[in-house]
């Protein structure tokens, strides 16, 4: 049971440039969510998922496109880098009462 | 959508006993959790009130009191690994997403 995996660990991007944060739960869990977190600071929601097929934005979606094809992998796009998306990146999956989060994905644009 | 506030930094000596208080502005939601989180890593779970009073796990305890819009993590016997960020999180009624709170810094000293 490896809980939430989420890959890559690190990434440097240059402004412009596209990629996809994978992640992937083992948990069976229909929740899913992802989360940036900027030095010192809290949570912010980016978008979540309440099942296969099902997405919906969060506090600060723009920039960011996510699907759920499935129940185990909820992948996070970003389209065109900036660098105000510099930071970490946490996709989480849960119950109302226990969110499970994954090791993170430290995001540098330049 | 709810909000949830904190504060922001707190200080207890090693051994203490340390109150981290969250207050919401939100009218119907299911429980109230909370997570540590230490520099570096990802949040992990620490405790859940689904009810008003008092919930306890070793040396951490939870308390709620939906009347008074109020919850607090109580960390008891203060130990140098506790010095991390905490956060209350909840799910409101109606809406399917998980909020966090603002977080607190503790900082455990000699």
């Known amino acids: 049971n490896a809980g939430v995996t989420q890959t890559p660990k690190f990434q440097v991007l240059k402004t412009g440039q596209s990629m996809t944060l994978q992640c992937a739960q083992d948990?069976?869990?229909?929740?899913m969510s992802w989360y940036r977190q900027d030095p010192g600071m809290g949570l912010r929601l980016i978008h979540y998922?309440?099942?296969?097929?099902?997405?919906d934005q969060g506090e600060v979606p723009n920039g960011y496109n996510v699907s759920r094809s499935t129940t185990e992998d909820f992948p996070l796009r970003l389209l065109s880098a900036a660098p105000s998306q510099t930071s970490v990146y946490f996709c989480?999956?849960?119950?109302?009462?226990?969110?499970?989060f994954g090791p993170g994905t430290r995001l540098l644009v330049l | 959508g709810q909000s949830l506030e904190q504060p922001s930094e707190v200080t207890a000596v090693e051994g203490a006993i340390v109150q981290i208080n969250c207050t919401y502005q939100?009218?119907?939601?299911?429980?109230l959790s909370w997570y540590q989180q230490h520099d570096g890593g990802a949040p992990t779970f620490l405790s859940y009130?689904?009810?008003?009073g008092l919930e306890e796990t070793g040396r951490f305890s939870s308390f709620l009191s939906r009347s008074d819009s109020y919850g607090y993590l109580l960390l008891q016997e203060l130990q140098m690994k506790d010095s991390a960020s905490y956060f209350c999180?909840?799910?409101?009624?109606?809406?399917?997403?998980?909020?966090f709170g603002t977080g607190t810094k503790l900082q455990v000293i000699p």
């Open positions: 989480a999956s849960g119950t109302i009462e226990t969110q499970y």
């Open positions: 948990m069976n869990h229909e929740y």
């Open positions: 998922s309440v099942g296969a097929g099902i997405t």
């Open positions: 939100t009218s119907g939601f299911y429980g």
């Open positions: 009130n689904a009810l008003d």
């Open positions: 999180a909840l799910k409101e009624r109606g809406y399917q997403k998980v909020t």
